[in-house]
């Protein structure tokens, strides 16, 4: 107290910055002109993009960061300060003063991630401290599988790896050290300007996993200016979070990076902590985005729980054990699996729902099993998919007697969606995996297809199955399949398997995806095209384009509540013909050929046995 009564007396305010007005002004006017003395603004949590300006009155230079998303941002800490109102310093006066009344009224100590949330509009910056009696700060930067930790704190006394950052801001001299801790990935290169004419040095991190020798390296660099690391990596992440407690001044501390916005890479995860998941009780059909448990943020746009019917799941499994599949599943991981991956083998099975006199007269179901691609390459997944439409309609009259009409209505209403098809249909079974591949299964198809995945079996004592990531890749959770619920993942949600090994009890876990689809002109190219199942037929060829336009519509229309799987009335017309001369029986279990073979194959359903228009439970008996 002392010290800020000292600091008032020589005409300079609560941070250390003197200001063109009176000492006596509102707060509210103490933002805009910090920055103004200083040559720094603050940056809001919300910001869609960051940008962080750094200017040396004797150098002369700058930088700039551009980051990701929501969460990828800057958090800023502060207590102790004189002034409350420094925490949303530099936003307008009008979300300043909205913000003050929000901390008064709460009686809250002063957060600024908090609190940035409410201002969408504010001036964009980095908050940089110099005369204070505790600070500290933590820069992750990653990329894919690397992680690069830059700690600083300002007390001298505890540094083991002095580096002297030197320089002038806003006129006035700052001498501060900077200690660096951390893992540090080979390959990844620190450059540090420190000379008036831009002169850089480059240290490369060490590629033995020993950091000492790096640091050593980095300590010896001539530190003459002001220092801004660069990082030459092509991912970045990074957060700040300040300690204060004592007065605050305007002097700077850290650097700047100066990187592009992120690429997706596999494992990027594996070293972040994870974060509980909210777990709210849902109704049947009822959807929530889903959240984090410690402050209620949506996790991403398009990643949600589902309530289920009781009856969903218990009638999936069953369906599964009665058609045969089941014990495929269950046994084949051990016995037989497929060692290559997008191998590919065919079944035939029978429905257990019908009834016929003679064996023969009992309706063939096609489905597929096949092995991902080698970015799977840790993990022993077998994909089970209907590959014919006698196979799909089957299946499409077990989700109907589950009651998935509820979830296909809560999930449409959540989302805004049109109308939604089943697109497709398939169960999952592992035994182990070592390190899950994250992943988005769509991107940039403006919220308009979704994956369910609901957990049918899961070994005695296994842990979480799923791992759900941030668009940022800063933030990740684990989820665990069962219970009154599922989980909805849509566009650019990222996720992958958690690991596991069930090999010793000799047990598989199995899971279903079903996909659903709002198909549009829009989209429509994009979303058939896609090629992860065997059925339907590649959309981006003739061959499944009419089949996939068939289907619009067919279990929810928002214009008309009686569309649903119970009241499924089946696709429109459909003529279809084999594209290849002389199609035989040995085409149909060729993944390459089938698609050509489509009535030899029975691919399709001819429109004579289909009967569109007619309600599916009349037109199959079940």
Known sequence: MAKLAKSRERGVNDFGVRFAQPQEQDCDRRGPELRKASEFTVVQQNDPVFMTRMLDSKLGTSASLKMGPPRTHITINISGARCPRFNA?????????????????????????????QSSDAERGASLLDDVDDAAATIIIRRGQGRLRLGSRLLPAQLDKDLRLQGHVGGRPYNRPLRITGRLVPGTTIMAETTADNKKEA?????????????????????????????????????????????????????????????????????????????PKLEVGEVEKLRWEEDGAIVQDYAARVGLPPKLVPTLKLYAMEMGIWDVMTTKLYDDPIVDHEGIEFYKFQSPYHKASEPEQMRNLT???????????????????????????????????????????????????????????????????????????????????????????????????????????????????????????????????????HRSSGETRISVTIWLVDYNEANFDKLAADVTAVFPPNGGKSEGKGWIRAQRGRHWWRDDPTVSLVNDEGRASLEFSDSKENCGEADCTDYEERDKCLRTCKIFID???????????EVLGY
């Not at 979300?95 to 008064?104: D, G, K, Y």
């Not at 060490?206 to 530190?223: I, Q, T, V, Y």
């Not at 308009?448 to 791992?467: D, T």
């Open 89 to 117: 310093l530099c936003s307008r006066p009008s979300t300043l003063r909205q913000n003050n009344n929000n901390n008064n009224n709460n009686n809250k100590s002063t957060s600024r991630a908090s609190q940035s949330r």
């Open 367 to 501: 489905w597929n099993v096949e092995r991902p691609g080698e970015k799977w390459v840790n993990i022993d997944m077998h994909w089970f998919n209907t590959a014919d439409e006698a196979a799909h309609e089957d299946v499409l009259r077990a989700l109907a007697r589950g009651g998935f009409d509820e979830v296909i209505k809560g999930i449409a209403n959540e989302f805004g969606l049109d109308s939604v098809i089943v697109d497709s249909f398939g169960f999952l079974a592992m035994t182990h995996c070592d390190n899950g591949y994250l992943h988005a299964d769509l991107e940039n198809v403006d919220g308009r297809a979704f994956a369910v995945q609901l957990g049918l079996h899961r070994p005695e004592g296994a842990g979480p199955e799923l791992i759900i990531q941030t668009d940022d890749e800063m933030y990740k959770g684990e989820i665990y399949y069962g219970g009154q619920h599922g989980f909805v993942f849509g566009d650019g949600t990222r996720h992958g398997t958690r690991e596991c090994d």
């Open 203 to 279: 240290v490369d991190a060490p590629h033995s996993g020993k950091d000492e020798d790096f640091f050593d390296r980095l300590a010896a660099l001539p530190m003459r200016s002001v220092l801004a690391i660069f990082v030459a990596i092509f991912a970045v992440v990074f957060q700040v979070t300040y300690k204060v407690s004592n007065a605050i001044s305007g002097g700077r501390i850290g650097g700047i990076l100066d990187a592009p916005t992120h690429d997706h890479l596999p494992d990027a995860a594996e070293e972040l902590e994870f974060h509980p998941f909210a777990k």
């Open 607 to 617: 429109d004579a046995e289909y009967k569109p228009g007619y309600l599916r439970r």
